[in-house]
Each structure stands twice: as C-alpha cells, then as structure tokens.
C-alpha cells in the first residue's frame, strides 16, 4: 500500500512539473514574441501579390512600419494604386505572372536594381496565389487544370524563393510562405488548390530544416475562411460551371444536370462564417516580418479555423466523415 500511495504521489508530481513547465514555456514564448527587430529604416522586404487583399494591406502596413517595401503586383492597374497610395518607401513592379520563370527573373531584377550596394533583403513574402480553375470534384478536371494551378502556386513560389533566396541569406532574414487550412485535412470542392497548398507547406518544412543554420527562419500562414477574392461567389459558380461543362458526357450523367447548383448553394452555406476581418492574417504576416522570434505557423482565423483545427487533431476516420458530411453527392451514386 505504502508503494502505491507513493507512486500516486510520484505521478502526480511529475503532472504538475509538466504542467508548470508548460506554462512556463508559453507565457516566455508569449514575452518574447512581442521584441521587434530593430533598424527597420534599412531592411527591405519583397512581397508578392500586392495588387489587393492581403498582400496590397500588408505592402501599407510595413511602409508605415518604415520599412522599404518592393511590392510585386500582377496587373499594371493594381500597380498604379498601390504607388499613388504609398510612400517614397515603396517600389512596385509589374506585371508578374508567377507562372512565368521569365517574369519571375525580371522581378529579379527589379530587387537587385532597388537594394542598396552590399544590402540583402531582411524577407521575402510569397503571398501571390490564384485559385485558378479546378472547382468541383477532382475527377471532373484534367492535368492540364492542375498545371494551371502549380504553375501559379507552387512553381511560381518556387523560383521566387530560389532567386532571392541569396539575397535573404546576405541579409540573414526571413522567408513568409502562403498556405491554408485547407493543407491541414482532405477538402470537398476545392482539391487542386489544396494540392498546391499540402506543396507548399511541404517546401516550407523541408526548407526551414535546410536553411536552419544559415541565419534565415522560414515560416507560414495557414488562413482558414477569409472573405477575399478568392471567395467571390458568381466567380466560384462561374469555374464550377466551367469545370462541369469540360467533363465526359458519362461523367455529366452520373453527377446530374443540377449538381453544380447544389454543390455551389452548399459551399455557399458558409458564406456567413467567413471572416471579412482582414487585418486577422495581415497581423500574423506583419509577426512574421518583425518579430525578433517569429511563429514557425500562423493559423489565423475565427471560430470556423478553430474548429477547423479540431479535425486535424481527431482520428482521420472521424475527421473524413464530418467533412463527407457535407459533400453533395452525385445523383448516380448507388446508395
């Protein structure tokens, strides 16, 4: 008896250890994550994406931090306003098609015209992405559809990184990925996006491990449901539309002649919980640029993130069937 009342005794020691330890660890974490960098005035950092949403928030962020801002947008329109509407501080180039490697070079560049002599750049933030095409089952869509999409959001992410990854080592900075929580779990609706999204958190791991030694962090964020262009309604049922349209005549069949509008009126059911709170992920791209000890992850994000997450920690067979739960199925399907 005397043995066990000790082992219980034991245990629970070793408990509250842990748990003092964990404590301990968050609240310093939580101190030492709010230092900022210092010498703002002479770091300079490369965004690309910048023509609206979080990129365009964060280019004017940054530049009221003080910082030098080179802004890369996709459309000469987009330069135009994001120059009018910013300091001498930003420099804007454009267009860059990330799917173009000769874009990519010319953005280049671009850098190295606007850096200093001897000065490399203190980040590097790849958040220009599309959605593309590819909207609907993964079956209805053919390679070419995901081409589209990696060429944008996995390649394009790719040469940028590799070009100026110099660049970033000289400066012994920071490279900023764009994921999504839709990297974390199977998705419905959207599966070529998702692909290039597990890519990109997959480049940004092996990447962080590579470069762990060479005075460069490498981070991400993961936003779970923000109201931006990607969500637009009319476009989503337009590429739905498309994708339906470019299936085989069987495939047509065994879905059914309204199975885009049910599909489109499900997704757009979520419409309502979708944050329009911006500044939620600007906020973490701003941690990540100025913070002395930046997040490895951001997930930010409302309620619906949260519970997001929750699926990934959940056995996978629980997580699969809460998620098909909410898959329209095809009018063929044998039940």
Known sequence: MLDFTVSIYSNQNVFLIAVGISIAYMVIRWLVSGLSVGHIEDKYVFITGCDSGFGNLLVKRLDAWGFHVLAACHTVKGANHLQ??????????????????????????????????????????????????????????????????????????LDVTRMLLPLVRKGQGRIVNMSSLAARFGTFGVGPYAMTKYAVEGFTDCLRV????????????????????????DNFRRLAQESF?????????????NYVEKFCDSIAQLRPVVSDDLDLVVDCYVHAVTSRFPLDRYTPGNWLAVSSLVLCWLPRWIGDTVINSTVVHPAGLIR
């Open 84 to 157: 009018q509407e910013s300091s001498p501080n930003v420099k804007v180039f454009s267009p860059l098609e990330l799917a173009d490697e000769e874009s990519v070079k010319k953005a280049y560049q671009f850098v190295l015209e606007h850096l200093p002599d001897n000065k490399g750049l203190w980040a590097v933030v790849n958040n220009g992405g599309c959605q593309a095409s590819g909207v609907g089952p993964l079956e209805w869509h053919q390679r070419a559809v995901y081409e589209r999409v990696f060429a944008v959001n996995v390649y394009g992410m």
């Open 210 to 233: 590579e470069l762990l030694k060479q005075g460069v962090s490498v981070h991400v964020i993961e936003p779970g449901g923000f109201r931006t262009a990607f969500a637009d309604e």
């Open 245 to 257: 349209e470019n299936t085989s005549p069987d495939l047509k069949r065994f879905y059914g002649g």
